[in-house]
């Protein structure tokens, strides 16, 4: 019996002692508190983001299709940009190369199965629904891809490179994301991946862990990794991480569901040889990069591999900035700004050396122009801009005056399903060497405006 009491009295002993412990760690809240606590936040996150709907409206078993949807074009003859446009429509596994009119010059298949028959090993959620987010033609025919795993941690899902007649020629196995860029020779490939850091990093202890890195990595035209240059190391030791660190935990209280992925670099461009002279501070080879979820726009030297320069929070969730031939960067900006109740995006430019930030157009009434995620531009060599409205289905050009020149609108032909644009390009005449006059199939419909 006493062996018993004993016992009890043990028990209650070291639940008293649990709960005096209890109370002292949540009214002094140590430093190694915190890191527990990140811990658990980051993978509540992590979780809640691998068990999402692969379409959050709720359409999980939606018809996918997988070939691209009809279209209708319209353009200003003698305003546009005149070229060839490489379109790949998301959940479509065909990107598809057309002229100024709409007509299809030629497509590639590229579904993830054919470049990955197996599920890989860098694949988190298996059997979910792979797109191609990403897409560049080589003067060749050649066609590079990068997937995204929809409503998958981590959702880069690789890279993969095919001839003209849709074979493959090699892939990256490794957790590619978002973008790809082609130095104008085509001997380098410019990609972003990310890796899981289970535990924190030197410098980085105030991040939610697990956490997502990101990396910019160089590639040659055969696939081989030349080089790579991590996010994190990039900012550590530097003037702008104090920035990012103040910025992160905005972050962490707007995008909750995102906690582990502070960094989401979205965009990579290289700065070039024609274009360096015209930006004071910069140098050809610079990387300039796009942080979505702290607006943070960077510049990384490519000698020192640290970041150079940087700007925030004048625009939100922003993607594809760019530097154009006058010195500048232009920054497609999702969320814009609101007039009357209603969102639009917006296009801006910013002068480096001053940090000025100019308006180059803004959705309207008459152009409800508005996607809270994705989105891309490109400046076009007349000046005009190219740009991806992706959540809308729709491509525009603009002119210098800011009117609307040009413009592809992907039809819905089942509304149960929303099949936006993922990724545009515009290419002159002469670079696609490949193609010759003949076509392979019009487009579906045709409208012109003189």
């Not at 579904?111 to 694949?123: G, L, N, Y």
């Amino acid at each position: 019996m006493k062996d018993k009491i004993l016992l009890y009295l043990s028990l209650l002993s070291l639940c008293v002692l649990c709960f005096v412990a209890g109370a002292a760690t949540m009214h002094f809240k140590p430093g190694y508190i915190q890191s527990i606590k990140n811990g658990f936040i980051g993978a509540e996150g992590l979780n809640d983001a691998k068990q999402e709907p692969v379409v959050k409206t709720g359409r999980r078993k939606v018809f996918i299709p997988y070939k691209p949807l009809p279209a209708v074009v319209s353009g200003v003859e003698g305003k546009y940009y005149s070229g060839y446009t490489l379109i790949n429509t998301s959940f479509s596994a065909t990107v598809q190369l057309i002229d100024d009119h709409g007509k299809v010059l030629h497509s590639w298949n590229a579904p993830f199965k054919k470049a990955w028959p197996k599920e890989p090993a860098f694949v988190v959620m298996r059997n979910n629904l792979k797109d191609i987010e990403t897409a560049y033609v080589f003067s060749n025919g050649d066609l590079i891809v990068q997937y995204t795993g929809v409503a998958s941690t981590p959702y880069g899902y690789g890279i993969a490179v095919y001839d003209k007649n849709s074979r493959l020629l090699w892939k990256l196995s490794e957790n590619a994301h978002h973008d790809i860029y082609i130095s104008p020779d085509e001997t380098a490939i410019y990609g972003i991946t990310q890796t899981f850091a289970k535990y924190p990093l030197n410098g980085y202890e105030y991040l939610y862990y697990p956490q997502l890195i990101d990396s910019i990595v160089k590639l040659s035209r055969n696939g081989e990794v030349l080089d790579r240059i991590s996010i994190t190391d990039a900012f550590k030791d530097t003037e702008h991480a104090k920035l990012f660190k103040q910025l992160s935990d905005n972050h962490v209280k707007r995008w909750n569901s995102e906690v582990w992925d502070a960094f989401h670099t979205n965009s990579i461009q290289v700065l070039e040889k024609d274009f360096a002279p015209r930006f004071s501070g910069f140098s050809a080879g610079d990387y300039l990069i796009s942080l979505r979820n702290t607006t943070i726009v960077a510049v990384i030297d490519h000698n020192t591999k640290k970041v150079k320069w940087s700007m925030c929070c004048q625009w939100g969730g922003q993607h594809s900035p760019r530097f154009t031939r006058n010195g500048t960067i232009m920054l497609f900006d999702n969320e814009g700004v609101e007039k009357a109740g209603t969102r639009y995006s917006r296009i801006l430019e910013i002068e480096p050396v001053t940090k000025k930030v100019s308006l180059v157009y803004e959705g309207n009434e008459n152009n409800p122009f508005y996607t809270e995620t994705r989105g891309r531009l490109q400046p076009l060599p007349n000046g005009n801009v190219l740009i991806v409205d992706s959540n809308n289905s729709r491509v525009f050009e603009i002119n210098k005056k800011g009117e609307v020149v040009w413009n592809y609108k992907t039809l819905d032909t089942d509304k149960r399903f929303n099949a936006g644009i993922s990724y545009v390009q515009r290419y002159s005449k002469d670079q696609l060497k490949f193609l010759n006059e003949k076509t392979i199939q019009p487009a579906t419909r045709i409208e012109k405006k003189n």
